[in-house]
């Protein structure tokens, strides 16, 4: 570690920065090592992986600090908190890190911050579990709703809501996913585009690509070092997608010269899917509520060379009357809790709450009220969205069918065989992770009807 900075002193103030300032993960890393650019990249490396991993893991890692500590983690003062939280992180999940230099580390760190008294505490918690962690008896699957909180570091109500709606074997094999890593994700552009020179020009840059499943211009990447310099990406060839939103393109099936509103957009990979299927005719309307989401958008746009692409900054949750009945597809991926995504995203587990979901569902209708007045006579709406509970997904198609002239349309002929089922046959599709090869995702083809 350098001697121009305390690594573990800037990881502690990034946790404190996250769980006592109520800051995203992703942004107090960054401006952290944007303010510390001169860092090494191993340096760099550990402090992602430290603020990251204890993140992830907090409630497995504070379950292991109690068990340990007289004081329970909810009554330590948020520094020592997450002193002992990093330090634990270290202590089980890196092998490479000597525990002596954590536990040392630690109580320095502790004492430079003015917590003098509690540098024994600090120290005896740390050697206690450095010792004797693998002692420790976790929760067993006969107490399922602990075990699988403990175990895969999962808030107790969103168990508990997982479990009603999908059973406990769907739940685990859901947790499971969300801490397995999977390759990055791409779709390679259908129109004009050679798939087997792009996946052969990838090959040449050292990438190793793999076929993903359910969608045919889907591929993993990995063994790159930087996707932007890649020569298919910077010409437009492809796209970082899952394979999930690629499936909401799927189900669009857009005819060609389809005049379509994406009400929702950014950063504009089913946008650049539809339009994609358009094969350069028509139009996609694609739109969001700020310049900077828009701005996120064009920049994909001009990327991929998607001439029959127009972006504008509107709010969905206010009518336009200029479109009323003018779309033949409407795309509304409205904002949701992001509980199909929490692999890549690992705050929404912390930050969500029952409150904050009945919010958004209230949100969700909201905007399909506005695009049910878009769509023509005859056209599609496309609801979707990247989570897993029936409350945001299917209750919603569910209460819009009773409310407008809407029915549920079959989407078996817009996917491959392996997907289709019942719900397909209905006119929905709700992917769980682990259960599917893919984030969690819903989609529904609903088909105006006057």
């Known amino acids: ?7 573990r002193e800037l990881i502690l103030g990034i946790l404190l920065e996250i769980n006592k300032e109520g800051q995203y993960s992703h942004i107090a890393i960054r401006g952290t090592l944007d303010k510390y650019q001169y860092l090494e990249k191993t340096e760099r490396a550990f402090i992602t992986r430290v603020c990251e991993g204890t993140q992830e893991n907090r409630i497995r890692i504070d379950y ?14 948020p520094l020592i908190r997450e002193l002992l939280r990093s330090s634990v992180y270290q202590l089980i ?19 430079k911050k003015g917590f003098y008294n509690l540098t024994g ?5 740390l050697r206690g579990i450095a010792r004797d962690h693998k002692k420790i008896p976790f929760p067993g699957k006969e107490h399922k709703v602990e075990y699988l909180s403990v175990t895969y570091s999962m ?9 009603d709606q999908f059973g406990f074997e769907n739940t685990e094999k859901m947790l499971q996913a969300f801490i397995e890593e999977r390759p990055v994700t791409v779709r390679i552009k259908e129109y004009l585009t050679d ?30 070092d930087y996707l932007p310099a890649l020569t298919a990406f910077r010409m437009g060839n492809m796209q970082v997608q899952d394979v999930s939103s690629m499936l909401a393109g799927e189900a669009a099936a857009p005819g060609k010269g389809s005049y379509v509103i994406d009400l929702c957009a950014a950063p504009g990979g089913k946008t650049i899917c539809v339009a994609d299927k358009m094969q350069g005719t028509g139009l996609v309307d694609s739109r969001d509520v700020s310049e900077k989401k828009t701005d996120l958008i064009r920049e994909n746009v001009e990327r991929m060379g998607m001439g029959n692409i127009s972006v504008t900054v509107r709010d969905a949750t206010e009518f336009d009357h200029e479109s009323v009945e003018k779309a033949d597809l409407v795309l509304a991926d409205v904002p949701c809790s992001g509980l199909g995504v929490m692999g890549k995203k690992t705050d929404i587990k912390y930050k969500i709450t029952p409150g904050k979901q009945e919010e958004l569902v209230e949100l969700q209708r909201k905007i399909l009220e506005q695009a049910a007045c878009y769509v023509k006579p005859g056209g599609v709406l496309l609801y979707s969205t990247c989570t897993v509970c029936r409350e945001e997904n299917l209750e919603n198609v569910l209460w819009f069918t009773r409310e407008y002239p809407y029915k549920l349309e079959s989407i078996d002929d817009l996917l491959c065989e392996e997907l289709r089922s019942d719900t397909t046959k209905q006119g929905y599709l709700q992917l769980l992770p682990g259960v599917h090869k893919c984030d969690g995702f819903f989609l529904a083809r609903l088909r105006r009807i006057e």
């Open 121 to 125: 505490f600090v120290n005896g918690v």
């Open 64 to 77: 292991i600090i109690n068990y340990f500590s007289k004081v329970k983690v909810e009554k330590m003062k």
């Open 155 to 163: 808030p107790v109500w969103l168990v508990v809501r997982f479990m």
């Open 1 to 7: 570690m350098t001697g121009r900075v305390n690594i």
């Open 93 to 111: 999940y890196m092998d490479n890190v000597p525990d002596s230099a954590v536990c040392n580390e630690a109580v320095k760190l502790a004492r």
């Open 195 to 224: 798939r087997e020179q792009v996946i052969q020009s990838l090959i040449k840059e050292g990438v190793k690509v793999e076929k993903a499943p359910y969608v045919d211009n889907a591929y993993y990447l990995s063994g790159y």
